[in-house]
Each structure stands twice: as C-alpha cells, then as structure tokens.
C-alpha cells in the first residue's frame, strides 16, 4: 500500500545512521521511496562531482552513470537550484533515456545554501504521474537530507 510522504519521512529519518556514511542513508532511502510509493519504475540519486552528478544509490534499472550540469531533466535541474515536474518525458528537450518504460518524471534537488550537493530522481511508467503532493513531499524529503545527511566527505 502506498505511504504518504509524513509517513516515508519519519522512515527514512529513523534509518539515518548519522554516521560519516552517506551510502547508506541514501540506499535505505531509495529504498523507502521506491516501495512506499506507487507506480515508479525508478527512483534515487545523483551526486554532485564538480560540474557533472554521478550515480548514486537507487532502486531500479541500471542507469546513466554520469549526468553533466544543465544536460537532461537532472543536470537541468541540477544547474537551475529548483525541482522540475515533466509530465511527458517525450516533451522535454533533452531528456536522457535510461529506462525506456519511463514515461514521466520529478526530479528535486538537494541544496545547502547556493551548492547542489545531488538531486532525487523520480521516474515512472505513467504519464502526468507526478502531483504538486509529490512536489512538496518531495521537497521536504530533500531538505532533511540536505540537513540531516553527512555530505562533506563528498
Ligand atoms: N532521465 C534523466 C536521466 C536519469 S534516469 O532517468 C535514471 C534525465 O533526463 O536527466
């Protein structure tokens, strides 16, 4: 059954280790949101390395293993600071296939200050499946992370 996104927040922050370990962190919270939500087909991160986001831990197909800043909807959003909601994945220039079946996407980055310190990738096999609830939880799911997880070992 689907959770809501209060719900996958309090899970994910139980599962932080708050340790010098970011791997983890964002694996088990790859792992919530892949199965607390529904109708996604992929979902994780990219990591910000200098002007490019690496892979990170995710939940799906193997992906891209490298995204540069302002290519597709991650580097897109990655160089703008804001999240991007596309409806049709065919209708946005630029796009990078990873897994054909997706159809829409939600991609939200993780931001301290001015510095993109990774996104969250959200894919699905649906059309239009991403809402403003997604947008906002999503976002909220990312500012705890952006807080909560030890990024400055990157
Ligand atoms: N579609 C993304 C690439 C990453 S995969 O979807 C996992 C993009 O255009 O940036």
């Known amino acids: 059954m689907p959770k809501t996104y209060d719900s996958l927040l309090e899970q994910i922050e139980g599962l932080l280790t708050g340790q010098d370990y970011w791997v983890a962190d964002l694996a088990n919270a790859a792992a919530c949101l892949y199965h607390g939500l529904r109708d996604l087909n992929w979902i994780g991160f990219y990591i910000r390395r200098g002007d490019e986001l690496w892979l990170g831990p995710f939940q799906g197909r193997p992906a891209c293993t490298v995204i540069p800043f302002g290519k597709g909807v991650c580097g897109t959003a990655a160089r703008a600071r804001r999240p991007i909601v596309v409806p049709d994945v ?14 829409s996407e939600l ?29 906002n939880g999503m976002c909220k799911i990312a500012e705890v992370l952006a807080d909560r997880v030890k990024w400055d070992i990157l």
């Open 90 to 103: 065919n209708e946005f220039p630029g796009h990078i296939v990873c897994d054909p079946a997706s159809r």
């Open 107 to 135: 991609v939200v980055p993780i931001v301290r200050g001015d510095n993109v310190l990774a996104v969250i990738d959200a894919d699905s096999p649906l059309l239009n499946r991403f809402t403003d609830a997604d947008l």
